[in-house]
């Protein structure tokens, strides 16, 4: 089916309140697979102005250092790309390696990792999953688990929550979502990868809830990584990476090291409808309570 290409407007508008000079490192710019996309400038802009430098961590994220003054620091971006159009792709063909086959690059998202806790999970994976043949009919059995066995509501956010808990208190946010099925591939001898970003409502109802950076997962199949999403759990239009990594701790948002508050948290992922040129410098974020942002970098 052929699909019209899309222009998406993203962007962020967050505020930390730091007791003394804060050094931090922010995860916030566009990962660098989709700068060719970009349609207008990519800047972050702090208020008041602070030096920064940018650099590539050692999962090819950029990331962006820089040391926050006393009092309230302002930290914006909004930029325009061009998507596809195109939802993520579905290749139930796509077949699962054997261990022994995998690209050695792929073989640390087979590990467990801080959120990803396989040692806790490998006994009920197999035993959920081991029947399956396939490997894309694996990994889809995997999300439709998480997607029915977790509850999600902001309001059940917890940053320290990981596969394990997740799976047994039932609730969470798209990061437990992601979390859960991350470990239980991994369980399954299947590379998974853990995916921050923008995710904005095209092409399904619009959800009234003010807009938040998305996680999802990438799982290696055939020759390649496919986008999977266990909290909403069908192909989306529109997904704008920034991160990708093993689990969450590996894409904060904002990592501070001193003593900061988060006091303002707004993200905006809108498809721009024909004839609007222009990114709105001025436009509102609806904003979220701050009890659900973790820390991360970005690109200047």
């Given at each position: 089916m052929e699909t019209d290409p899309v222009r998406i407007e993203a962007g962020y508008d967050i505020a930390f309140n730091c007791a003394q000079e804060v050094p931090m490192v922010l995860m916030l710019s566009v990962h660098p697979s989709r700068w060719p996309d970009l349609l207008t400038e990519h800047q972050i802009r702090f208020?008041?102005?602070?030096?920064?430098?940018?650099?590539?961590?050692?999962?090819?994220?950029?990331?962006?250092r820089?040391?926050?003054?006393?009092?309230?620091?302002?930290?914006?971006?909004?930029?325009?790309?061009?998507?596809?159009?195109?939802?993520?792709?579905?290749?139930?063909?796509?077949?699962?390696?054997?261990v022994d086959s995998l690209p050695s690059d792929a073989l640390v998202y087979l590990l467990a990792s801080r959120y990803c806790?396989?040692?806790?999970?490998?006994?009920?994976?197999?035993?959920?999953?081991?029947h399956?043949?396939?490997?894309?009919?694996?990994?889809?059995?995997?999300?439709?688990?998480?997607?029915?066995r977790i509850e999600f509501g902001y309001h059940h956010a917890r940053g320290d929550r990981t596969a394990a808990e997740?799976?047994?208190?039932?609730?969470?946010?798209?990061?437990?979502?992601?979390?859960?099925?991350?470990?239980?591939c991994r369980c399954m001898h299947i590379p998974a990868r853990y995916c921050t970003g923008y995710l904005g409502d095209i092409g399904v109802p619009r959800d009234p809830a003010p807009m938040d950076f998305s996680a999802w997962f990438e799982a290696f199949l055939g020759d390649r990584w496919y986008s999977f999403d266990a909290r909403h759990n069908k192909p989306r239009i529109g997904r704008i990476l920034i991160a990708r990594g093993r689990d969450?701790?590996?894409?904060a948002i904002s990592t501070t090291f001193g003593r900061t508050?988060?006091?303002?948290?707004?993200?905006?992922?809108?498809?721009?409808?024909?004839?609007?040129?222009?990114?709105?410098?001025?436009?509102?974020f609806p904003t979220r309570e701050c009890h659900e942002a973790s820390p991360t970098p970005q690109f200047a």
């Open positions: 208020s008041p102005s602070v030096a920064s430098r940018d650099y590539l961590d050692g999962f090819g994220n950029v990331c962006t820089l040391v926050a003054p006393p009092g309230l620091l302002e930290v914006r971006n909004r930029f325009m790309i061009a998507d596809s159009g195109t939802p993520d792709d579905h290749v139930p063909g796509a077949e699962k390696h054997d806790d396989t040692e806790k999970l490998n006994n009920l994976a197999w035993s959920l999953f081991g399956i043949k396939g490997g894309w009919q694996r990994v889809q059995a995997i999300c439709d688990y998480a997607h029915e997740g799976h047994e208190e039932r609730i969470g946010v798209c990061r437990d979502f992601a979390h859960l099925a991350i470990t239980l969450a701790a590996d894409v508050q988060l006091v303002r948290f707004s993200v905006v992922t809108e498809e721009l409808s024909e004839g609007c040129e222009e990114v709105s410098e001025t436009s509102l």
